[in-house]
């Protein structure tokens, strides 16, 4: 028969091991990302990929696009990939209200390699003002992760076929 005191003792130790468990160290509290678009076939990273009507061209409602841009360590076509946001963009009735929902993946140049970052908002077209998103969620170093995605609405121009949106993210971490 074992002594209660070493069963009480044990069970200490096991429930400070538990509460101490490292979770994963908090990542930054800003982080600034260069999202590169095409529109332009054959390297467009926006199109359509389903119209109630068929047409993936007809910017109507319910017209869903895909969105698979290239993020770059600055706004020059030339610097480092560091990962990619991949996502969706749905119209709204009267089109000018654009659903969004888009992840961030962030591969190791990046320095927060395999870790996500998944984004969720709404576009008024209409406006001219700064678009703000909400971050929901992430991964690896973005565990759990909420915010702000904040991304002025004009966007810097390289060329008729390439733009370059800025997104601002103000991140906060849980505390477990």
Not at 32 to 37: F, N
């Given at each position: 028969?074992?002594?209660?005191?070493?069963?009480?003792?044990?069970?200490?130790?096991?429930?400070?091991?538990?509460?101490?468990?490292?979770v994963g160290a908090a990542g930054p509290a800003n982080l600034?990302?260069?999202?590169?678009?095409s529109r332009v076939?054959?390297?467009q990273t926006l199109i359509g990929s389903a119209a109630p009507n068929g047409n993936l061209t007809d910017e109507q409602f319910g017209l869903i696009k895909t969105v698979s841009n290239v993020l770059r360590a600055g706004k020059n076509n030339d610097s480092m990939v560091v990962g990619s946001q991949?996502?969706?963009?749905?119209?709204?009735?009267?089109?000018?209200?654009?659903?969004?929902?888009?992840?961030?993946?962030?591969?190791?140049?990046?320095?927060?390699?395999?870790?996500?970052?998944a984004v969720h908002g709404h576009i008024?077209?209409?406006?001219?003002g700064n678009r703000v998103f909400a971050v929901v969620g992430g991964t690896g170093q973005f565990l759990s992760?909420?915010?702000q995605d904040t991304s002025p609405f004009d966007a810097y121009v390289i060329d008729d076929s390439h733009t370059?949106?800025?997104?601002?993210?103000?991140?906060?971490?849980?505390s477990y």
């Open positions: 028969m074992r002594s209660p005191r070493l069963v009480i003792v044990v069970l200490s130790i096991l429930q400070l091991f538990q509460c101490t468990k490292e600034i990302l260069y999202a590169h678009e076939p054959p390297t991949v996502g969706i963009v749905v119209l709204g009735k009267d089109v000018l209200n654009i659903y969004i929902s888009y992840t961030y993946f962030l591969n190791n140049d990046s320095g927060f390699g395999g870790s996500t970052i008024d077209a209409t406006s001219m992760v909420t915010g370059v949106n800025t997104h601002t993210l103000e991140l906060r971490y849980p």
